[in-house]
């Protein structure tokens, strides 16, 4: 009712696990998946995670729905490709707009989300590989924008910091995650924690003062 309530919004399908998820990812019609992560038979992270490895289903984004905010499942569940996620009693106009921000392409991850997930990722990644071939591709413009990917930042917020359109910072962004090959700016987050490009406790760069 919520979602269906949203001119712009639409419900085309529902599921009873992550099984039927999947399957109905594939009719087409599907741009967000709401993911349980607790479900029968297949799970959400599971579901999540063939999701995310379906080169078919490329532009489907996930939204993962938990009843803690501060439940461990959700590092899994970032880690096998969704885009963020919501606690289950979120405001249904914080939802709607929740469904709209991932559809966009955009990580559901604020600042105060970004430092909660943090505090936890770390306790799930190993020592970084001593050379990171993907890097290599990567831009020093890219990759200072990728720290303030990692920080929280919107393409705004980066771009008022570094005196670039917004625009140009999207660029930015899109051409990182390819060459990191990211579906989207949390796996883009995961990635920098995971190979300690940041560190949980850094401050964000200090601000340019000119062009």
Same mark, same amino acid.
């Given at each position: 009712?919520?979602?269906?309530?949203?001119?712009?919004?639409?419900? !085309?399908?529902?599921?009873?696990?992550?099984?039927?998820?999947?399957?109905?990812?594939?009719?087409?019609?599907?741009?967000?998946?709401?993911?349980?992560?607790?479900?029968?038979?297949?799970?959400?992270?599971?579901?999540?995670?063939?999701?995310?490895?379906?080169?078919?289903?490329?532009?489907?984004?996930?939204?993962?729905?938990?009843?803690?905010?501060?439940?461990?499942? !959700?590092?899994?569940?970032?880690?096998?490709g969704a885009s963020?996620?919501?606690?289950?009693?979120?405001?249904?106009?914080?939802l709607v707009n929740?469904?709209?921000? !991932?559809?966009?392409?955009?990580?559901?991850?604020?600042?105060?989300?970004?430092?909660?997930?943090?505090?936890?990722?770390?306790?799930?990644?190993?020592?970084?590989?001593?050379?990171?071939?993907? =890097?290599?591709?990567?831009?020093?413009?890219?990759?200072?924008? =990728?720290?303030?990917?990692a920080h929280g930042?919107?393409?705004?917020?980066?771009?008022?910091?570094?005196?670039?359109?917004?625009?140009?910072?999207?660029?930015?962004?899109?051409?990182?995650?390819?060459?990191?090959?990211?579906?989207?700016?949390?796996?883009?987050?995961?990635?920098?924690?995971?190979?300690?490009?940041?560190?949980?406790?850094?401050?964000?760069?200090?601000?340019?003062?000119?062009?």
């Open positions: 009712m919520i979602i269906d309530a949203a001119p712009d919004l639409e419900v !085309v399908g529902e599921a009873a696990d992550g099984g039927e998820a999947v399957e109905l990812c594939h009719s087409g019609r599907v741009d967000v998946v709401l993911m349980d992560i607790r479900m029968p038979r297949v799970d959400g992270i599971e579901a999540t995670r063939r999701i995310g490895a379906d080169e078919r289903l490329a532009g489907v984004r996930v939204l993962v729905l938990t009843t803690f905010d501060n439940d461990d499942n !959700v590092i899994h569940a970032l880690q096998a963020g996620f919501l606690g289950k009693n979120v405001e249904p106009g914080d929740a469904i709209r921000v !991932v559809a966009a392409g955009e990580a559901l991850l604020s600042p105060r989300a970004t430092s909660g997930l943090v505090s936890r990722l770390i306790h799930h990644i190993g020592p970084p590989p001593r050379h990171l071939p993907e =890097l290599d591709r990567v831009t020093e413009r890219e990759k200072e924008i =990728l720290l303030l990917v930042l919107s393409n705004d917020d980066i771009a008022e910091r570094l005196y670039l359109s917004p625009l140009t910072v999207k660029t930015h962004v899109n051409r990182t995650m390819i060459k990191l090959n990211a579906r989207d700016r949390a796996q883009l987050v995961v990635f920098a924690y995971q190979h300690h490009l940041v560190r949980p406790g850094d401050s964000l760069p200090e601000r340019r003062t000119q062009r």
